[in-house]
T-cell receptor
Framework: DQQVKQNSPSLSVQEGRISILNCDYT??????FLWYKKYPAEGPTFLIS?????DKNEDGRFTVFLNKSAKHLSLHIVPSQPGDSAVYFC??????????FGSGTKLNVKP | DVKVTQSSRYLVKRTGEKVFLECVQD?????MFWYRQDPGLGLRLIYF???????EKGDIPEGYSVSREKKERFSLILESASTNQTSMYLC?????????????FGAGSRLTVL
């Protein structure tokens, strides 16, 4: 059973608007969460992370929100750009040595 | 620029063949991982290694083995390839020394088993 779930396989957003990607997890022991971005024919690249002691982490246009009681995290991209079009994976860990990944959300930012 | 390098980007093999996927990292990382990526399933962990000659099974180890004889190199072995092992294989590494532990991935090896 998947411990990290991304229930939206795809998302389409107009350039300049906000993109919101969602992720749910089941294991309350997870204490570290990451988002990765993947372009076709490339490996995933790290985007942003958040520790369970925080509920928000911001890096430029990217903000990750963590709701521990709901076991939910989200990635906000504002403003969205065509170059943000990629597959986004969320991942969770509870010991820094093993990460569990969601199935990914394909974001398409339309010019 | 730090890197995880996977030796083969594309491979085509026949059922029953033995397949080696090689991965090398130049970051002196202790941890190395092999994942496979399939549509709708995301990244699933096959094996990982904490140190030289150490290995641990991930979530889907059946049909695979690994070798870590040197710190920088982690090999994935398919003893007898089958068509259901057609997939994108991703190697990653990470450091235990960093509190902000992040996986660094290679570009991937796309394996097709006919």
């Amino acid at each position: 059973d998947q411990q990290v779930k991304q229930n939206s396989p795809s998302l389409s957003v107009q350039e300049g608007r906000i993109s919101i990607l969602n992720c749910d997890y089941t294991n309350s022991m997870f204490d570290y969460f990451l988002w990765y971005k993947k372009y076709p024919a490339e490996g995933p690249t790290f985007l942003i992370s958040i520790s369970s002691i925080k509920d928000k982490n911001e890096d430029g246009r990217f903000t990750v929100f963590l709701n521990k009681s709901a076991k939910h995290l989200s990635l906000h991209i504002v403003p969205s750009q065509p170059g943000d079009s990629a597959v986004y994976f969320c991942a969770a860990s509870n010991n820094f040595n093993k990460f569990y990944f969601g199935s990914g959300t394909k974001l398409n930012v339309k010019p | 620029d730090v890197k995880v390098t996977q030796s083969s980007r594309y491979l085509v093999k026949r059922t029953g063949e033995k397949v080696f996927l090689e991965c090398v990292q130049d970051m002196d990382h202790e941890n190395m991982f092999w994942y496979r990526q399939d549509p709708g399933l995301g990244l699933r962990l096959i094996y990982f290694s904490y140190d030289v000659k150490m290995k641990e099974k991930g979530d889907i180890p059946e049909g695979y083995s690994v070798s870590r004889e040197k710190k920088e190199r982690f090999s994935l072995i398919l003893e007898s390839a089958s068509t259901n092992q057609t997939s994108m294989y991703l190697c990653a590494s990470s450091s235990r020394r960093s509190r902000a532990n992040v996986l660094t991935f290679g570009a991937g090896s796309r394996l097709t088993v006919l």
